[in-house]
């Protein structure tokens, strides 16, 4: 059985459990994924599946993905992703793996995820900074401050918390509740937020840690 589907963050919205309680939950399209290669143990030194989602143009591909497309039905997919399995030999090209059965509601998912890219930012957007006092003559508002000393270390230590590039970096959130599943239209429902934009790329994998309390 596969542990992890790609799919899609469609958006928030809020459900209604059956004890009236108001949920949010994010609502993601899991799949259908097509099995595009199969690795074995004994050719590669691990046992997966790479899988594809979201067909692609074919004039949109150049040849080599084009003949390494074709051994699995020719059609060409926009993400590629490996997926570890126990028994490679249950796997066939071409075959599509669905939300159904991979997934039960009420168990616990690993969620990866680009964040939301948001540009070049300063230290009082990108880490949270106070700033200084906003009134007029200060001459500090938003800088970052002293970040080092003159005579001992002479530099910067690592790690520094300064400006630059915020978001658009790869991030997992764990332990997040499936809270219902739809099958018939690939939707998985999940408690709470998960890492990217709208239409943005996510793997959903069966968590291996135990819940928080």
Known sequence: MHRALL???????TFFSQDELQIPVTVLQVGPCVVTQIKTREKDGYDAVQVGFLEKKPQRINKPMAGHFAKSGGKAYAHLAEIPVDDPSTYQLGQTLAIAGAFQVGERV????LTKGRGF???????GFRG???????????APGSIGSSAWPSRVFKGQRLPGQYGNERVTVKNLEVVDIRPEDN???IRGAVPGSRSGLVEV???????KK
């Not at 799919?7 to 919205?13: A, C, D, H, R």
């Not at 690993?110 to 995820?113: I, Q, T």
């Not at 930012?121 to 880490?127: A, E, L, P, Q, T």
Request: charged residues 25%; aromatic residues 6%; hydrophobic residues 30%.
């Open 121 to 127: 930012s300063g230290g009082v957007k990108r880490w």
């Open 7 to 13: 799919g899609k963050k469609l958006g928030m919205s």
């Open 132 to 142: 200084g006092k906003a009134s007029h003559g200060s001459m500090f508002h938003r």
């Open 187 to 189: 939707l998985m429902l």
């Open 205 to 211: 994998r069966k968590s291996k840690t135990a819940p």
């Open 110 to 113: 690993d969620v990866n995820g």
